[in-house]
C-alpha cells in the first residue's frame, strides 16, 4: 500500500503540474494515485471541504494522504486545514513540478517520510540559475 497524493490549488495549477508530471515521467503510470482538486475563485469554499474529504477517502489505502497545496495561507491551504482531524494527512504548502518528482521518486517511503521529500525537493528546486552558470 502507497500514500496517495492530493494537489488541492487555486484553479488549474494542479492539473497543469500533474500534465507536465505525467507527459516526463518515464514510466507510462505514476507510482502514487494522484487526485486534483482545483478552487475557483467564483465558488463557496466551505462547498469544496465535502470534495477534499470524499477525494482524501477515495485515495487512503491504509498509509494517509499528501495533502500538497500551492499557497500557504490562501483558500486550498485553508481547506487542505479542515482535513487534519477527518483524515490522516500531511500538508505542505509551495507546490512546484521539483516537489512532485520527488514524491514521486520516492513512492515506497511512509507518509512522513513523503512530506519531508516534498519539502526538500521544493527547496532545492528553486535556484538562482545566474549564479548557477555564473558561478
Known amino acids: ?4 497524493i492530493l494537489l488541492i490549488t487555486h484553479d488549474d495549477v494542479g492539473t497543469s503540474l500533474l500534465d507536465s508530471l505525467q507527459k516526463t515521467w518515464v514510466d507510462e503510470t505514476l507510482p502514487l494515485a494522484v487526485k486534483v482538486l482545483p478552487i475557483r475563485h467564483e465558488n463557496d469554499p466551505d462547498a469544496f471541504c465535502y470534495h477534499a474529504e470524499n477525494l482524501c477517502k477515495s485515495l487512503n489505502k491504509g498509509q494517509g494522504i499528501l495533502i500538497l497545496t500551492d499557497l500557504f495561507g490562501a ?6 486545514t479542515k482535513l ?5 494527512v500531511r500538508i505542505v504548502a509551495g507546490l512546484n513540478l521539483p516537489m512532485l ?3 514521486m521518486n520516492y513512492s515506497k517511503e511512509d507518509l512522513d517520510s513523503l512530506a519531508n521529500r516534498a519539502l526538500s ?4 528546486g528553486i535556484l538562482d ?7
Open 129 to 135: 540559475v545566474n549564479s548557477v552558470f555564473n558561478g
Open 84 to 88: 487534519m482531524h477527518r483524515c490522516r
Open 75 to 80: 483558500t486550498p491551504c485553508n481547506i487542505a
Open 1 to 4: 500500500m502507497n500514500v496517495g
Open 121 to 124: 525537493g521544493g527547496c532545492q
Open 101 to 103: 518528482f520527488k514524491v
